[in-house]
């Protein structure tokens, strides 16, 4: 059923809670990338427009320690976010207890106040990780700040947190709303379209360096798609399950039966590199050259060769939906970088197909390569993504109110 959305929802004069993704690189109080920030602009936009009072929620990174709290505080997100919306931004250093309600019952319409990083409850009482274990109480706590709830933080949708699934639940014990923010809404579209809804070609891309965190994906897109391009350091398990010699290549000796399975599942859905970049060592420096799928013994295959390049970009050719994981070699170091970079761009020349990138190697790539306009869907989520595409439900999604 569908989701109730942020648009739905009448703001007007209400306190409306919002758990928003700040989990962004900070290091000593200056942000590194303020996308996630910008990627939450929508929903605030949507409700300090319309007369709303906008709570923020959000995590940053993870607390362990007192000192933690002294580098992940979310204060410089805050005045970021400020700087944006070109408003004040009011920030509570804390989100429990008096300050927090005095700071909420000050607000005017239109109002934004972020409170303190969610995950400082993780550490210093009785329960334990308050936040991250979902402590019900919390989630009731911060449900009685504010009479509507919008859940925009993708990122966190496959955790039940009390700051997502927590507050979804008391709210909607109450008889309240809980709603997808616009990212969340989007990111509902683009993947679940992808995966339960497809346009034909659908050719999905996996790389990345281990099968053990592909299998779901795999076998969840197996049946729904045409092609199932495989690369990086996981394909070297399915090539030696072909009896391929894979030298001193990545290679999962307890998913060789599996790999054997999948390939007799997925019949000739399943295409492998058919050429590889060999190195002598896990090096840019190492002496290294372009070898067929078996590689020498004292070598190992550090990204998908130009033959491969050209077969998946055959295949890619005349895709309408294609949904890419994961690099397709150790693409960090620029002489492994090629086979990557080709999909990336392969991806951006398709006019006419629905495009989805997840994950952050490869979100990282189509970004060095400046065409992260042309790709359809870049997924903020790295682990919400991929158990999206493995079919799972996610806890922060499933907690959102039906239409
Ligand atoms: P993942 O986190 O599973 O997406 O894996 C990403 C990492 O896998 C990147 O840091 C790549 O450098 C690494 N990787 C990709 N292909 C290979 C390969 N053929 N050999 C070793 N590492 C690789």
């Not at 300050?99 to 909420?104: K, S």
């Not at 965190?213 to 049946?223: A, C, M, Q």
Request: hydrophobic share 40%.
């Amino acid at each position: 059923m569908a989701k109730l959305i942020v648009s739905d929802l009448d703001v007007k004069g209400k306190k409306v809670l919002v758990r928003v993704d700040f989990n962004v690189p900070i290091k000593d109080g200056v942000i590194g990338d303020d996308n996630r920030i910008v990627a939450a602009l929508p929903t605030i936009k949507y409700i300090i427009d319309n007369g709303g009072k906008a709570i923020l929620l959000s995590h940053l990174g993870r607390i362990k320690s007192e000192d933690d709290k002294k580098n992940l505080s979310l204060k410089p997100v805050a005045a970021r976010l400020g700087e944006l919306l070109e408003k004040p931004v009011t920030f509570v250093a804390s989100n429990e207890g008096k300050e927090v309600e005095d700071a909420v019952a000050a607000m005017k319409d239109g109002d934004v106040v972020v409170l303190e990083n969610t995950r400082f409850q993780d550490i210093d009482n009785d329960f334990g990780k308050r936040e991250s274990k979902n402590d019900p109480k919390l989630g009731e706590y911060w449900a009685s700040l504010g009479d509507m709830f919008v859940n925009d933080a993708f990122g966190t949708a496959h955790r039940s947190h009390a700051s997502n699934v927590g507050i979804a639940t008391a709210m909607k014990a109450e008889g309240k709303p809980a709603a997808a923010g616009y990212l969340m809404e989007k990111e509902i579209k683009f993947l679940g379209d992808a995966v339960e809804n497809p346009v034909h070609p659908f050719v999905t891309i996996l790389g990345g360096a281990k099968v053990s965190d592909k299998i779901g994906v795999i076998e969840n897109l197996i049946p729904k798609s045409d092609h199932i391009l495989i690369g990086g350091g996981m394909a070297y398990t399915f090539l030696a399950a072909q009896g391929h010699k894979i030298g001193k290549s990545l290679f999962e000796a307890d998913k060789l039966d599996l790999a054997k399975s999948l390939l007799e599942k997925a019949g000739d859905k399943i295409v492998l590199p058919v050429d590889n970049v060999a190195a002598t060592e896990f090096s840019n420096d190492a002496a290294h050259e372009v070898v067929g799928q078996d590689i020498p013994d004292n070598e190992m295959g550090l990204d998908i060769g130009p033959k491969s390049v050209e077969k998946f970009r055959e295949i890619l050719k005349d895709a309408k939906t294609v949904v890419w994981n994961g690099p397709m070699g150790a693409f960090e170091m620029p002489n492994y970088a090629e086979g990557t970079l080709e999909v990336g761009r392969a991806l951006a020349e398709l006019t006419d197909a629905t495009t989805v990138i997840g994950g952050g190697d490869s979100t990282a790539a189509a970004k060095q390569l400046g065409i992260a306009p042309k790709i359809t869907h870049i997924s903020t989520g790295g682990g919400a993504s991929l158990n999206y595409l493995e079919g799972k439900e996610l806890p922060g999604i499933a907690c959102i109110s039906d239409k």
